[in-house]
């Protein structure tokens, strides 16, 4: 008796072949099913059944020598492969892969491409391009012939919108027979292809001699026609025999992602709407109200003004869309339509909102804990479940208090995740007002890819403290670069890598023994100090630590004033950033030594730098401005010396352009000091109208952006005391601070006032005169 092979050629990631499927092998009831995919995953299948095995998830595989080459084959719950598979598991009929094993696309592929082979979101079921005028999406060659401009379209149309009929084999007879014809008329078929169908044909003769009667065969349409002639046994030995040498590797499942699947590239699939999809699969009956309806209420969530009115609307429009364009019922695009007309009033901002949400989508699916993985893989899901973090696909926000123990905990873990390039958490800022050093704010986003980094972190260690030492002394020992090693540092200190501490010093000390370019000391600096301020709440010792940045700190003292001579503009640009890096850092260092003198002392040298002989004789005066609005700013420079220097830059024996850069610099971060100084403003504005026409054509754009960076309050302030006369004249106003009132304006303001402050009104007694309170230190305005 011979065997019964039914081959049913779907479209990955289809909700209309999925159900087609799914009604096939009810009808069929076959003994044995085989499905496109890498055999390496036939031990882990059973998996499929457990009910902790939640989609969407992807198998992934990857070469065991080198976790890098990996691949994914993804699977939602509306991937065909999925609901056979699912069937298999569930009633106990064997099921296996039958593509062509993973392991010899890794014999042949870079590290982070995936081999071929790998699944779609085409009917063919590979990413292998060949010519591009014969290998095409088959779906799209096909909605062309049909006269359809739109494969999505025309696809949802004859597949995804129509529920199985009478005859649950038809649709895939009828697959099957354009199929026939597109690889008849030159479809494009490459080398890899017929060896993946040669070795397709191998397990279906596997099958078969196992004894199977009726095999059921899920694969992509495209292979269909070469599935059903079987040719020798001698011809696909044949064509097989030029595959490269096999590469030992491992699999597993994993989660994954709606968002991952919309992505063509990478380690997607393609699909342009797998929320959408979802829906389609799971609804029962017209699938566009129900879809509506949590349109809205996403809109509802946003404070949108959405009411059960609109939904109605909303569907009576999509509707009436899929009639006039000739649709046998409403698809995404008249959905799409219709809640952009009616729900968000014609606006595409709203619109995002839904495609995001609805249309993608962020749902993560989940993996029984029998699922392979590496013990380092089993550490970080320990930690997630005792510190009650659940990795999540939508990105949300998360705020710590370093001092409790389980958000510590919390901070450590994100941060050595981070050292092993697993960018689950990334620092964010606070939306809670706080600038001490207790509190962490982070954004969350669980990415599928991060389980191939996991795998690839393996090397350095079982759990993830010991990895990310490892780690972390690996890094160390190959640092180039001064500032990379204190950023190390930083990060071993947050993390809590006491182990991977001594070594990172060690490297460090070394390197900056023999680092003389001020410029890498000055990058450097600021992560030592962060270190040794945050080391403070974490409780950590950094003796070592606090006795390298004094160091640094020094040498930028004696280093600094040499190193900013004869810089050009760029230069002074990027040593100001510097300059500044270093006086913050410098600041919160421990002044017991006298550092805080000795950098005044610094800053004093190059604010009296100038230029005598030329440009490249001196200190630019981007520089020499910076460190003496510095200097005033930390109260070790009278107002009045820095008006004097001020004066000086802007005499008529200094460089115009030099004395704009000086101003940019002296005016950074903040100009509120010429309201509160009318002398240095005077002095501003005599120097900008006495300066010839072709010199103000020269520095008139590096005035406006240094005036574009100050509040708007002060620019607008500063214009209209400029406008208002001589600037040297003291503010009109009483010299004992007192306020004139008038007393009919303030009686009349009163019940106004009254009633916003909750209190009774006043009495409207006949010349009673209301007394205004007034704010100590108020000025006249």
């Known amino acids: 008796?011979?065997?019964?092979?039914?081959?049913?050629?779907?479209?990955?990631?289809?909700?209309?072949?999925?159900?087609?499927?799914?009604?096939?092998?009810e009808l069929l009831r076959p003994d044995a099913v085989l499905v496109e995919g890498p055999p390496e995953a036939d031990p882990i299948l059973g998996l499929a059944a457990d009910k902790e095995m939640v989609p969407p998830v992807a198998l992934l595989a990857h070469?065991?020598?080198?976790?890098?080459?990996?691949?994914?084959?993804?699977?939602?719950?509306?991937?065909?492969?999925?609901?056979?598979?699912?069937?298999?598991?569930?009633?106990?009929?064997?099921?296996?892969f039958i593509d062509l094993p993973a392991a010899y696309g890794f014999a042949g592929s870079e590290?982070?491409?995936?081999?071929?082979?790998?699944?779609?979101?085409?009917?063919?079921?590979?990413?292998?391009?060949?010519?591009?005028?014969?290998?095409?999406?088959?779906?799209?060659?096909?909605?062309?012939?049909?006269?359809h401009d739109d494969p999505e379209r025309w696809w949802e149309d004859v597949v995804e919108h129509r529920l199985p009929g009478a005859d649950?084999?038809?649709?895939?007879?009828?697959?099957?027979?354009?199929?026939?014809?597109?690889?008849?008329?030159?479809?494009?078929?490459?080398?890899?292809?017929?060896?993946?169908?040669?070795?397709?044909?191998?397990?279906?003769?596997?099958?078969?001699?196992a004894g199977h009667r009726r095999i059921a065969v899920v694969c992509g349409a495209f292979h269909v026609p070469a599935l059903a002639v079987m040719p020798t046994v001698a011809h696909d030995r044949a064509v097989l025999a030029g595959l490269p040498r096999k590469v030992r590797t491992e699999i597993t499942w994993v989660p994954w992602t709606h968002r991952r699947l919309s992505q063509l590239s990478g380690y997607g699939a393609g699909i342009v709407s797998p929320g959408?999809?979802?829906?389609?699969?799971?609804?029962?009956?017209?699938?566009?109200?129900?879809w509506l309806t949590r349109a809205a209420g996403l809109l509802r969530a946003e404070d949108h003004p959405v009411s059960s009115a609109h939904v109605i609307e909303a569907v009576r429009l999509a509707r009436a869309l899929a009639v006039m364009r000739g649709r046998p019922l409403a698809g995404l695009t008249e959905a799409l339509d219709a809640v952009r007309s009616v729900m968000c009033d014609g606006s595409d901002v709203a619109l995002a909102l839904v495609r995001d949400r609805l249309v993608i989508g962020d749902a993560l699916g989940e993996v029984p804990d029998g699922a392979p993985a590496v013990p380092l893989q089993r550490d970080l899901t320990r930690w997630q479940r005792t510190l009650r973090l659940k990795p999540e696909a939508e990105p949300r926000e998360l705020d710590l208090d370093l001092r409790k123990e389980n958000d510590a905990a919390r901070s450590r873990l994100l941060h050595r995740l981070r050292l092993l390039g697993v960018d689950w958490g990334v620092p964010a800022r606070s939306a809670v007002a706080s600038t001490g050093t207790f509190r962490e704010s982070w954004r969350l986003c669980w990415q599928p890819e991060f389980a191939v980094r996991i795998a690839e972190a393996a090397q350095w260690g079982t759990t993830v403290e010991r990895a990310a030492a490892g780690k972390a002394v690996g890094t160390a020992r190959a640092a180039v670069e001064l500032a990379e090693l204190t950023s190390l540092v930083e990060s071993c200190l947050v993390a809590g890598l006491a182990d991977a501490l001594p070594e990172v010093m060690r490297v460090l000390a070394d390197c900056a023994a023999l680092d003389t370019d001020v410029v890498h000391l000055a990058r450097a600096l600021p992560a030592l100090v962060r270190a040794l301020r945050y080391g403070d709440v974490r409780g950590t010792d950094h003796g070592a630590l606090d006795e390298v940045a004094g160091g640094l700190a020094d040498r930028i003292c004696i280093g600094l004033p040499p190193a900013s001579t004869g810089l050009d503009a760029a230069g002074a640009a990027l040593m100001r950033g510097h300059l500044d890096e270093a006086h913050g850092a410098i600041g919160l260092l421990d002044e017991a030594g006298g550092l805080a003198d000795r950098w005044a002392d610094t800053l004093r040298a190059l604010a009296r730098r100038e230029p005598a002989g030329g440009p490249a004789t001196g200190v630019p005066g981007l520089l020499r401005g910076r460190a003496v609005r510095l200097l005033l700013d930390d109260g070790r420079l009278d107002p009045e010396e820095a008006g004097r220097r001020l004066g000086l830059v802007l005499s008529a024996a200094g460089s115009?352009?030099?004395?704009?850069?000086?101003?940019?610099?002296?005016?950074?971060?903040?100009?509120?000091?010429?309201?509160?100084?009318?002398?240095?403003?005077?002095?501003?504005?005599?120097?900008?109208?006495?300066v010839s026409v072709d010199t103000f054509t020269d520095v008139l754009p590096l005035l406006r952006?240094?005036?574009?960076?100050?509040?708007?309050?002060?620019?607008?302030?500063?214009?209209?005391?400029?406008?208002?006369?001589?600037?040297?004249?003291?503010?009109?106003?009483?010299?004992?601070?007192?306020?004139?009132?008038?007393?009919?304006r303030a009686q009349a303001a009163l019940p106004a006032v009254a009633l916003l402050l909750g209190l009774a009104p006043a009495p409207d007694r006949p010349g009673h005169r209301p007394r205004i309170p007034r704010q100590a230190g108020a000025r006249d305005t």
Do not use: K
């Not at 697959?175 to 397709?200: F, K």
């Not at 607008?716 to 601070?737: K, N, Q």
């Open 1 to 25: 008796m011979s065997a019964e092979v039914t081959l049913l050629g779907v479209r990955h990631h289809g909700p209309g072949s999925a159900r087609a499927v799914a009604a096939a092998l």
């Open 276 to 290: 959408w999809y979802h829906h389609l699969f799971r609804a029962e009956g017209d699938p566009l109200p129900e």
């Open 111 to 147: 590290p982070s491409e995936p081999p071929e082979g790998d699944a779609d979101g085409g009917a063919d079921g590979g990413v292998a391009e060949a010519d591009p005028g014969l290998r095409r999406d088959p779906i799209a060659r096909l909605a062309e012939a049909a006269g």
């Open 168 to 209: 649950a084999l038809a649709p895939f007879e009828a697959v099957a027979e354009a199929m026939t014809a597109l690889r008849e008329d030159g479809g494009g078929v490459t080398r890899h292809d017929e060896q993946r169908e040669a070795h397709m044909r191998q397990q279906i003769r596997a099958a078969r001699r």
């Open 656 to 690: 115009p352009a030099d004395a704009a850069g000086w101003i940019e610099g002296f005016l950074t971060g903040g100009g509120a000091l010429l309201l509160h100084d009318p002398r240095l403003l005077g002095l501003l504005d005599a120097w900008l109208a006495g």
């Open 63 to 96: 070469a065991a020598d080198d976790p890098a080459r990996a691949a994914f084959w993804p699977y939602a719950a509306f991937s065909p492969e999925w609901v056979a598979i699912r069937y298999a598991a569930e009633l106990g009929v064997p099921v296996r």
């Open 705 to 744: 952006r240094t005036f574009a960076t100050l509040e708007t309050g002060v620019r607008t302030t500063v214009g209209s005391r400029v406008a208002a006369g001589p600037l040297d004249a003291e503010p009109a106003g009483p010299a004992d601070g007192t306020v004139e009132l008038d007393p009919a």
